[in-house]
C-alpha cells in the first residue's frame, strides 16, 4: 500500500556531504511517520533520524549537528541531508515509513549505500 524508492547513496570522503531522497507512492494519505534508519556491517539496524507520530523530528546522538531529516510534501519526498561524513556512518541506508493500513504497518525502501572512505 506504501511504496519507497530512496536514492542518492555514493562514495564521499570524510568531512564531504550526500543527500539522500526518499520518494513515497501508494497510500500517501494513511502515512503518520517517516524516518532514515542504516545498518552498518555486522550490526543492527538503528534509527537515525525520523519524524514522529507525535508531530517532533528525532535524531540518534551519533549523528545530531550533523543531518537534518526534511520533507516536501507535495512531492511525497523524504531527504536526509548529511554533512561532516566520518567512516563510522558508511552503510546501508533505508528509508521507512508507518501507516494506517488495518492496524499500524511498515514499509521499507529497497536501501542505498553510503561509503565514507578517504
Known amino acids: 500500500q506504501v511504496q519507497l524508492v530512496e536514492s542518492g547513496g555514493d562514495l564521499v570522503q570524510p568531512g564531504g556531504s550526500l543527500r539522500l531522497s526518499c520518494a513515497a507512492s501508494?497510500?500517501?494519505?494513511?502515512?503518520?511517520?517517516m524516518g532514515w534508519y542504516r545498518q552498518g556491517p555486522g550490526k543492527q539496524r538503528e534509527l537515525v533520524a525520523a519524524?514522529?507520530?507525535?508531530?517532533?523530528?528525532n535524531y540518534a546522538d551519533s549523528v545530531k549537528g550533523r543531518f537534518t531529516i526534511s520533507r516536501d510534501n507535495a512531492k511525497s519526498t523524504v531527504y536526509l541531508q548529511m554533512n561532516s561524513l566520518k567512516p563510522e556512518d558508511t552503510a546501508v541506508y533505508y528509508c521507512?515509513?508507518?501507516?494506517?493500513?488495518?492496524?499500524?504497518?511498515?514499509?521499507w525502501g529497497q536501501g542505498t549505500q553510503v561509503t565514507v572512505s578517504s
Open positions: 521507512s515509513a508507518e501507516f494506517i493500513a488495518d492496524g499500524e504497518r511498515r514499509s
Open positions: 501508494g497510500s500517501i494519505g494513511t502515512i503518520y511517520a
Open positions: 519524524f514522529t507520530r507525535y508531530g517532533n523530528t
